[in-house]
């Protein structure tokens, strides 16, 4: 099992410019999650979803969409990137209790 | 609002030594806590998960503990590895059905020196 995977890696946008990070896991797990992780502030919920079709807002959803069209994959959208949202996004996935992260993505918006 | 502290935010000691990482929180309805272990840029790694139910979770040599009605809990990790080098980080998520949010804390950075 690959677990939970995050593409890409690394991206560079220009303020403005739009994007989409990918998030799939192969686990068949019901709930997904997306973090951004920033220096003093820890890890914070931006959006979730507890299943296919179904998406919630989380502590920081301002300036985020997500889709859950199908039961693997996760997906975060920036529509217009802004140096604020410069950060390194984590994709969570959990059955139940125990959360599984993906290897991050790191977005600078210059 | 739940608010997670760890201290201390980073740690230095040396190979072969027990130690302690601290993590309290502010609320103590709590629906479990849990460990993880972040290497530099990369994700986070599940270690032990308690429930609000129990005392302590123990995996190699990793001990869990949580006292949920003073706010506290501690990762105990005994004899310390340069392996073991990396920021630990808590976090709680609350009771309820439909409650999924978790929060976390800064982390604790620890160097085990060879």
């Known amino acids: 099992n690959a677990g939970v995977t995050q593409t890409p890696k690394f991206r560079v946008l220009k303020t403005g410019q739009s994007m989409t990070l990918l998030c799939a896991q192969d686990?068949?797990?019901?709930?997904m999650y997306w973090y951004r992780q920033d220096p003093g502030m820890g890890l914070r919920l931006i959006h979730y979803?507890?299943?296919?079709?179904?998406?919630a807002k989380g502590e920081v959803p301002d300036g985020y969409n997500v889709s859950r069209l199908k039961k693997q994959n996760f997906l975060l959208g920036l529509e217009s990137a802004a140096p604020s949202q410069t950060s390194v996004y984590f994709c969570?996935?959990?059955?139940?209790?125990?959360?599984?992260f993906g290897p991050g993505t790191r977005l600078t918006v210059t | 609002k739940q608010e997670v502290t760890q201290i201390p935010a980073a740690l230095s000691v040396p190979e072969g030594e027990n130690l302690v990482l601290n993590c309290s929180f502010t609320?103590?309805?709590?629906?479990?806590l849990q460990w993880f272990r972040q290497d530099p840029g990369k994700g986070l790694t599940s270690l032990l998960l308690?429930?609000?139910?129990?005392r302590e979770q123990t995996s190699g040599r990793l001990n869990a503990s949580l006292d949920k009605s003073s706010g506290r809990s501690t990762l105990y990790i005994a004899a310390s590895q340069p392996g073991d080098s990396a920021t630990y980080l808590c976090?709680?998520?609350?009771?309820?059905?439909?409650?999924?949010?978790?929060?976390f804390g800064k982390g604790t950075k620890l160097s085990v020196i060879p």
């Open positions: 976090a709680v998520r609350p009771p309820g059905a439909g409650s999924y949010q978790l929060t």
């Open positions: 686990m068949n797990h019901e709930y």
């Open positions: 308690i429930q609000s139910s129990q």
């Open positions: 969570a996935s959990s059955r139940d209790n125990e959360q599984y």
């Open positions: 979803s507890v299943g296919e079709g179904t998406t």
């Open positions: 609320d103590s309805a709590i629906y479990n």
